[in-house]
Structure formats: structure tokens, C-alpha cells
């Protein structure tokens, strides 16, 4: 059983950076990949980015590749998304997210609210 905490959200301007936290309790994080989503209002849920469980692997969405980057230190059991040039259609609740066993990703944080301001 995994159980994840966001921090880090906030109000920035547009072009300017943030940096989320996600903290992790349980024994299986260091063997889980991790991920960021997020959901805009009015929208569905959407893939962000994710690290496999070493952090040699990542994957990005288009809409944010070279703009922000995923990583995870497994000594602190904490995963990281930082994001920079930061556009108003980054707006949105981001949640960690990271797979159980089954490959899937079943453990979910409460989110953290980004906003970019124009």
C-alpha cells in the first residue's frame, strides 16, 4: 500500500516555474513507477508525466516535453515534477499517481491546484 502527498502548488505568472512535491509512505514506492496527472476544469484527466522506479526511464506528454521534467529521490521516497515556462493552459489540479502490482496506477494523492495567471 502506497499513500501519496502533493505540495507545491500555487499562483504563477505565465513564464515562470513551480515545483511539486510528492511524498510517498509505504514500503513499495522505491519498486513503483510514479507519475504526474492533472485535471483542468471542465476536463478529463490527463497524463502528464511519468519515472519508472529507478528514474532512468521517462515519459511525457506532448504538450509539456522540454518544459518540464519528472524525477524521484527513493532515499526520501518523494517524487518531483518540475515545471517551467509555465503557460495559463498548465491551470489545473495535479495529482501523483503511482502502479501496485498490477501495473496499474491505483494509488492516487489528493492533488495540488496550479494556476498560471496571463
Known amino acids: 500500500q502506497v499513500q501519496l502527498v502533493e505540495s507545491g502548488g500555487g499562483l504563477v505568472q505565465a513564464g515562470g516555474s513551480l515545483r511539486l512535491s510528492c511524498a510517498a509512505s509505504?514500503?513499495?514506492?522505491?519498486?513503483?513507477?510514479m507519475a504526474w496527472f492533472r485535471q483542468a476544469s471542465g476536463k478529463e484527466r490527463e497524463f502528464v508525466a511519468a519515472?519508472?522506479?529507478?528514474?532512468?526511464?521517462?515519459s511525457y506528454a506532448d504538450s509539456v516535453k522540454g518544459r518540464f521534467t519528472i524525477s524521484r529521490d527513493n532515499t526520501k521516497n518523494t517524487v518531483y515534477l518540475q515545471m517551467n515556462i509555465l503557460k495559463p493552459d498548465d491551470t489545473a489540479v495535479y495529482y501523483c499517481?503511482?502502479?501496485?502490482?498490477?501495473?496499474?496506477?491505483?494509488?492516487w494523492g489528493q492533488g495540488t491546484q496550479v494556476t498560471v495567471s496571463s
Open positions: 499517481a503511482g502502479q501496485s502490482a498490477r501495473l496499474r496506477y491505483d494509488y
Open positions: 509505504g514500503r513499495t514506492f522505491s519498486s513503483s513507477t
Open positions: 519515472i519508472n522506479r529507478n528514474g532512468g526511464a521517462t
